[in-house]
């Protein structure tokens, strides 16, 4: 069966330092891959998505950024963030098309 | 593009009350509609989806849909609440291609009283 693996599940950061937050996933290969960010009265936001390997579409611009190095993995990083990077971000999986979406359990960001 | 509104941010309601979560969405294509729910500090997990044919979707948890397209919505509805249904819910919607991700509401928490 396939499983998605995100972590680390909370990370508190100071301002102005890197992020990076991992999510792999199991048992399936070629998926879709997307990470989105729950901030408190904005829903989910979109902020990238990769049909491939080195494939990367942003959706929102800002200070973050996404890779691919591997085909189940996906990297989301920043060289510095900001207060209004804090929020829940979720990575998630989809093969064959968006209606067989799965998230993973969340990271939990808060910058300081 | 797609989009979708989630008129109501938040619904209270008595246990095993009936309730109705709104969301409208907006397209120039045909689309997909999905709900979801999040349960405090997890991901989410899918509810029901209309794709196509029938336009009322029965989900898991006794939560049903009705897509309807002269008013571009897709209500969200359970006949009788429990306790346990106290969560965070998310309408979603794509175009049919099945190229392009999902694009969801705001989400609207229901908070079911005892």
């Known amino acids: 069966s396939q499983t998605i693996h995100q972590w680390p599940a909370t990370l508190v950061q100071p301002v102005g330092s890197p992020l990076s937050l991992e999510c792999t996933v199991e048992g399936t290969s070629n998926p879709n891959l997307y990470w989105y960010r729950q901030a408190a009265g904005r829903g989910l936001q979109l902020l990238f998505y990769?049909?491939?390997?080195?494939?990367i579409s942003s959706e929102v611009p800002q200070n973050l950024s996404a890779s691919r190095p591997q085909d189940r993995q996906f990297i989301l990083s920043s060289k510095k963030l900001l207060l209004s990077d804090s929020g829940f971000y979720l990575c998630?999986?989809?093969?064959?098309?968006?209606?067989?979406?799965?998230f993973g359990s969340g990271t939990q960001l808060s910058v300081l | 593009a797609q989009s979708v509104t989630q008129l109501d941010s938040q619904v209270p309601v008595f246990e095993e009350a009936p309730v109705e979560l709104r969301c409208n969405y907006s397209s120039s294509v045909s689309v997909y509609l999905f709900w979801y729910v999040q349960y405090p500090n997890q991901g989410l997990q899918l509810l029901l989806k209309?794709?196509?044919?029938?336009?009322l979707v029965k989900g898991i948890n006794g939560f049903e849909a009705e897509f309807n397209k002269s008013q571009t919505s897709f209500h969200l509805r359970k006949p009788s609440v429990h306790i346990s249904d106290t969560a965070e819910y998310f309408c979603?919607?794509?175009?049919?291609?099945?190229?392009?991700?999902?694009?969801f509401g705001k989400g609207t928490r229901l908070s079911v009283i005892a």
């Open positions: 990769s049909v491939g390997i080195g494939q």
């Open positions: 209309y794709l196509s044919g029938s336009t």
């Open positions: 979603a919607v794509s175009d049919n291609s099945g190229n392009t991700p999902l694009v």
């Open positions: 998630a999986w989809s093969v064959g098309g968006p209606e067989k979406l799965f």
